[in-house]
C-alpha cells in the first residue's frame, strides 16, 4: 500500500496528453496535484469520464452558486464518512463560502449544522438521497421546491449528491488520502 492510495498512483506526466493537460491545469491553479487525480490515473477512460460529468455539474454559472455546489459534496461526504472529499471539498467550500468554520459543522453534522433556510433545504435534499436513495420520494422534492428551489437547482442537487457518492465509494475502495495542503486552506 502506497500512503496515497492502495493501488498505487499515476503521476500527471504518465497520463495520456488530454488528460496531463486538464490535470496540470488543476494544478497550476491550486499549486499541487490532487490525489483523486493521481490515483484514478491508472484507468484514463475513467478519469476522463469523472473529469467530464464533475465539470458539468461543477462549473456551471447559473441555479446553485458555487459555493452551494460544495456544500452539497461535503453534506454528501460527511454522511458518507468519506475523509478524501470532506477534505478536500471542504477546503473548496471554505474559499468558496468566505466561512471558515462551514466546512467543519456541515461534515461533523450536516443535519445540526446551522444553515440558512436554503442552505438547509440544499443540505436535507442532498442527504435524504446520500443517505438512503430506496426511500427518497415526492416528500423530499416537495421541500426543496417550498423552501424556494427550481427544478435544475434539485435535479442539481440530486446529481452532485449521486456523483459523489460514487466518488465517496471509490475514495473508501482506494483508501484515498487526502493531500496536506487541503487542511489549510481557506482557513
Given amino acids: 500500500m502506497t500512503e496515497t492510495s492502495r493501488f498505487g498512483v499515476v503521476e500527471p506526466d504518465e497520463l495520456p496528453a488530454d488528460l496531463a493537460e486538464r490535470v496540470s491545469a488543476i ?29 458539468a455539474l461543477m462549473d456551471k454559472s447559473e441555479g446553485l452558486s458555487k459555493a ?30 468566505k466561512d471558515p468554520e462551514l466546512a467543519d459543522r456541515v461534515s461533523s453534522n450536516p443535519w445540526q449544522a ?11 435534499l442532498a442527504l435524504a438521497l446520500a443517505q438512503d436513495s430506496a426511500r427518497f420520494g415526492d416528500e423530499h422534492v416537495s ?10 437547482e434539485i435535479w442539481d442537487v440530486g446529481a452532485i449528491t449521486a456523483l459523489f457518492a460514487m466518488s465517496n465509494r471509490l475514495a473508501h475502495l482506494t483508501a484515498l488520502r487526502p493531500n496536506p495542503e487541503f487542511y489549510s486552506m481557506g482557513r
Fill in 27 to 55: 494544478a497550476e491553479k491550486s499549486g499541487f496535484v490532487p490525489n483523486i487525480f493521481r490515483a484514478l490515473g491508472h484507468r484514463p477512460a475513467e478519469l476522463r469520464a469523472f473529469l467530464d460529468y464533475h465539470d
Fill in 68 to 97: 452551494e455546489r460544495e456544500l452539497v459534496v461535503v453534506a454528501t461526504s460527511g454522511a458518507n464518512h468519506c475523509t478524501y472529499c470532506v477534505v478536500a471539498h471542504g477546503a473548496i467550500l471554505r474559499i468558496r463560502s
Fill in 143 to 152: 421541500a426543496a421546491r417550498a423552501a424556494g428551489l427550481t427544478e435544475d
Fill in 114 to 124: 446551522k444553515l440558512d433556510a436554503r442552505g438547509r433545504a440544499i443540505v436535507d
